[in-house]
């Protein structure tokens, strides 16, 4: 059976969601972002983009490159309730879909062709996330999510796009080499010094020459220009925390391995939170002293991923829940009222500086493993850190020895 995948994305989402709430903020040069003087443009309309503005730019250069710009500082709660709503639209619709971020999924149409036309049914979903949240949304409609996802950047703005069958390395063809997925700033240079600027030129190559150039991902990076794509469409379910604790092996009191540890266990939490495009918007506490009496303590927060306030957070509780100075048992941290969202959202209230470091050190975990970069203060305590990534589907690792 022949696959069919849908890829809807909301066209610049934060612009929009402002513009819904203030009709006079259409067709002007809008930036949503950091406004402080180190902030980051989080999204921008179509309107500047011909001055060279960018998401992900610093909020300064972006101002001076369209001083005109309407700057907004952005409101994450706003945005995750359109988020949410367009949600339930697409879980009412289809039986199989997968929410990559706060404004992008992927839907698996396969086999439904013998019902409705697919095309036509796409058609129809994306009229009915229009009226029902008055939003622009795109959307590629092709064999494999490579292809859709290209395609959805091709029609937009507020537009619709289907690559048939077998025509999926004609339409990648003409394209510049930056609309493949994978293929950033730096991969983009390399092969623009060997003369590749066209996805075609990639598609003319032997793959062994790729790899020789690119490493591993030149495998990766030929198949999708030839638009070969085998990755499913991952079903979409709601977790609504995630946690992590331990026992240890003797009963503690001191005071410093406990405060390291629950270190560690942020620290890990919120990398598994950025794998997985979340953030949290409550944090926990547990503590079970040696005559097994447990106390709990919660903290209502901004919705966020980042280690600089969810570390303070957690050490906060732990200086209110730890009064009884007898020895501990176990402790635990839990993260909460989970939302879709990565550095996008934070970027409201991070600066450039911080998210780049957020960004490097996620990268050097993502390739040579969780443990890689530590804090010092943690390193007696690495038991406690995962890279597992708590929103891909799969149950959790069922440990033989929890125990630290």
């Known amino acids: 059976m022949k696959k069919s995948i849908l890829h809807l994305d909301l066209d610049t989402f934060f612009v929009s969601v402002e513009r819904l709430l203030n009709s ?10 950091g406004t402080g003087s180190r902030g980051v443009v989080a999204a921008c309309s179509y309107e500047t983009r011909k001055y060279g503005v960018r998401s992900g730019m610093s909020m300064k250069i972006a101002k001076q490159l369209c001083p005109q710009a309407i700057v907004i500082r952005g409101n994450a709660g706003t945005y995750m309730k359109y ?4 949600t339930d639209v697409i879980r009412d619709s289809v ?24 095309y036509k049914f796409a058609t129809e979903l994306r009229k009915r996330i229009i009226k029902e ?3 622009p949304i795109s959307f590629g409609l092709s064999q494999n999510k490579i292809v859709s996802k290209v395609a959805t950047g091709e029609a937009k703005p507020n537009n619709q796009l289907k690559i048939d069958y077998g025509f999926e390395k004609a339409f990648l063809a003409p394209l510049p080499i930056r609309k493949i997925p994978m293929i950033g700033k730096a991969s983009a240079q390399t092969l623009i010094h060997l003369g590749i600027d066209r996805v075609k030129l990639i598609q003319e190559m032997p793959v062994q020459m790729l790899t020789s150039v690119m490493g591993k991902n030149g495998q990766t990076i030929w198949n999708r220009a030839n638009g070969i794509d085998n990755t499913p469409v991952i079903p979409y379910c709601e977790r609504k925390s995630i946690s992590n604790e331990r026992t240890f092996n003797m009963d503690t009191i001191d005071v410093q391995k406990l405060r390291d540890t629950l270190t560690a266990m942020a620290d890990t939490l919120c990398y598994q939170l950025r794998l997985g495009n979340k953030m949290t918007g409550c944090v926990s506490v547990k503590i079970r002293y040696s005559d097994f009496q447990t106390y709990n303590k919660q903290l209502r927060i901004p919705y966020t991923s980042a280690d600089h306030i969810l570390v303070p957070a957690v050490m906060e509780l732990f200086n209110k829940l730890y009064e009884r100075r007898i020895l501990v048992r176990l402790i635990g941290v839990k993260f909460s009222h989970l939302v879709g969202g990565h550095y996008q959202i934070n970027l409201f209230d991070d600066n450039e500086k911080t998210l780049n470091l957020y960004k490097s050190l996620d990268h050097i975990r993502n390739r040579f493993g969780a443990a890689s970069v530590m804090k010092a203060s943690t390193l007696d305590v690495r038991s406690v850190i995962s890279g597992r990534n708590p929103f891909d589907g799969e149950p959790p690792i069922l440990l033989a020895h929890r125990n630290q």
């Open 24 to 33: 006079e903020l259409l067709k002007k040069p809008v930036l949503v972002g």
């Open 83 to 86: 988020s949410n709503l367009i």
């Open 95 to 118: 039986p199989l879909f997968e929410k990559t971020s706060v404004d992008e999924f992927y839907v698996d149409l396969t086999g439904m062709d013998r019902f409705f036309g697919n």
């Open 133 to 135: 949240s008055g939003l």
